[in-house]
């Protein structure tokens, strides 16, 4: 396996190629997003790590240009400032596939992120093919599915969960679902505190359907996405017929923090079987036993085939648990999605 290391700071290239290296790992490196081109054409790379803010050229003027000329798959390095955050979540718009956040400090130690670094690369390195496809299908992203909705007769919700490469396939869904959706929908990437709120800005921007990051205690909506904040997780807890978000920090479940097993159980305890789960792309198996809560209560499950999952770990997991009853390339997913929830009104 090639991975090319991009960042400006010696001493960062040299902290994360030790640590490749120490993994049999080839690496070759580059000090700006200019010379990044120049040796992604040279040395061919199955992996690229990518910093954001470089001299003569900047990652994500670099990624721009790669994902033109040689698509790869690429993990941000990303800081995390507000500003690292939102030039973060663009990155994953222009085709980056995961990040992970720098250690804070001058002096910091990379060994604290070894583990996940060669986890995701490791992940990602054999799904160019995949990667390709995807970014094609980004730029062919379908009209919103409209439903036939009859009078609401019952309390129903969505959730959605992901990880590695969960924003290119959220992209695909949350953009194509309607404004009058007559249920709200929860959805669960993995990611660390400070960029879900600027991932939840983004689709705002480009959805018809309300998006916005959960907050602790608010009152649940129809017609509203709401992202479970990085770094905890979110459940529901119905009160007086009120539905309400309850953020918590807790420990890791699935070693990941939110967790989509975490959510699924809350809305398997508040919708009953009235409940649309759909499981994305991303490492492990987290969702596959909430999945499985879903369907065996009733609710309906839906996972993202394997031939558009950049990662097929979480979909393949719920897949072979038994726990999915629809599988289907994930620019379908958002008509599954209506198509379910209009079974679920009008029967």
Request: charged content about 25%.
């Amino acid at each position: 396996m090639r991975v090319l290391v991009v960042d400006d700071s010696a001493l960062v290239r040299m902290a994360v190629s030790d640590i490749l290296k120490n993994a049999g790992i080839e690496v070759e490196t580059a000090k700006n997003g200019k010379e990044a081109i120049e040796k992604v054409m040279e040395f061919k790379p199955d992996v690229i790590t990518l910093d954001i803010y470089m001299p003569i050229m900047d990652g994500l003027s670099a990624l721009k240009v790669i994902m033109e000329k040689r698509p790869t798959p690429v993990i941000m390095l990303s800081s995390y400032t507000k500003e690292g955050a939102r030039e973060t979540i663009e990155a994953l718009k222009l085709g980056a596939v995961d990040f992970i956040p720098k250690p804070d400090g001058v002096l910091a130690d990379y060994s604290t992120i070894a583990d996940e670094l060669i986890r995701k690369i490791h992940a990602v390195a054999e799904n160019s093919p995949i990667l390709i496809r995807l970014q094609n299908l980004k730029k062919m992203r379908g009209k919103v599915v409209r439903g036939r909705w009859k009078k609401k007769s019952k309390d129903l919700c969505v959730l959605i969960g992901s990880s590695t490469g969960g924003p290119t396939a959220l992209e695909m869904i949350i953009p194509r679902l309607p404004a009058d959706l007559p249920a709200p929908v929860f959805v669960v990437q993995h990611m660390p505190p400070g960029f879900t709120s600027q991932l939840a800005e983004r689709f705002d921007s480009i959805s018809e359907i309300k998006v916005k990051e959960a907050e602790n205690n608010e009152r649940v909506k129809d017609g509203v996405v709401y992202i479970a904040p990085g770094g905890y997780h979110m459940k529901l807890r119905k009160a007086l017929d009120v539905v309400r978000i309850k953020i918590v920090e807790g420990k890791p479940v699935n070693a990941v923090k939110p967790s989509v097993d975490v959510t699924a159980e809350s809305v398997v305890e508040v919708y009953g079987g009235n409940v649309v789960g759909v499981i994305l792309t991303g490492m492990g198996e987290d969702g596959a036993y909430g999945m499985k809560r879903i369907k065996d209560t009733g609710g309906y499950t839906i996972a993202s085939s394997e031939d558009t999952c950049i990662v097929f770990g979480m979909a393949k997991a719920a897949i072979e648990l038994g726990a999915i009853k629809s599988v289907k390339p994930v620019y379908e997913i958002a008509g599954e999605i209506v198509h379910a929830i209009e079974v679920m009104l009008n029967g």
